[in-house]
């Protein structure tokens, strides 16, 4: 169906944005499900992220998803949030009504169903999480929440990390970041939540010889669907995750909260999504 004057709108706000798959993704299940509306991309600057919002919230669109940098200003510029969203201090997902915001985290579900989707129980030992960003938030928030026996954090700036873990869960481990590697030491997973490995951003390095062999090595990052981070690992024989199953488990929420409707199940989305990398390289 093409998008009328009455069209559902809804999109992704982000800074860079270019690099998302949320707009196929979503038109994708826009067209499967045959519905009038559209999802659209908006790249805005750091210092334009919460008048944005406000501005957008008066108008016909229905809401947004929020990727890097803006978790946490699209959280603060909310009326009112989710307990997800409260707990982990930054929101993926706005919804809009009556100029009101609405504020909700789906990154944390979406992780724990990729964990499950891959045959991982995050129960099953301690985690590393790499990051202290919006990402990390969740990530932190999904792993203390699923019974993570212990947790050690590692990021750029400790003082961040330190933050973080003050708010989500004060008896995680924080490993300085020079010294990352020391932190393989009996871990069973191994979570980037770090821009690092995005195209153009560099590379997450790790000595993976000290890392134990049935460790599972996941990324939030998923162009390139193998960062350097996940290439590395698993030429060390390390089980790992990509980005989309993150990305996906989002998304499904999302767009029942815009739409109103489900996801078609015929659309193929981790498989439709893999193609669309393959020929963008």
Known sequence: MKPTGAARIAGVVGDPIAHSLSP??????????????VYTPYRVESEQAEAFFRVLARTNCAGLNVTLPHKQTALAA??????????????????????????????????????????????RGPALILGAGGAARAILYALVEAGAPEIRLSNRSRANATAMAADLAPGVRIHDWERRDEALAGVALIVNATSLGLSGSGDLVFDWSRAPADAVVADSVYKPLETGFLRDAAARGLKTIH??????????????????????ESVAAEDYLVSLLEASR
Not at 24 to 37: D, Q, T, V, Y
Not at 101 to 116: C, P, Q
Not at 246 to 261: C, D, K, N, T, W
């Open 24 to 37: 196929s993704l979503m038109s994708a299940w826009i067209e499967a499900a045959g519905i009038n509306a």
């Open 243 to 264: 980005g989309l199953g993150m990305l996906i488990g989002q998304a499904r929420p999302s767009f029942e909260a815009f739409y109103g409707v489900s996801p078609p």
């Open 78 to 123: 909310s009326d009112d949030a989710s307990k997800a969203a409260r707990a982990i201090g930054a929101a993926n997902l706005l919804t809009f009504r009556d100029g009101r915001i609405h504020a909700d985290n789906t990154d944390a579900a979406g992780f724990l169903n990729a964990l499950r989707a891959g045959g991982v129980d995050p129960s």
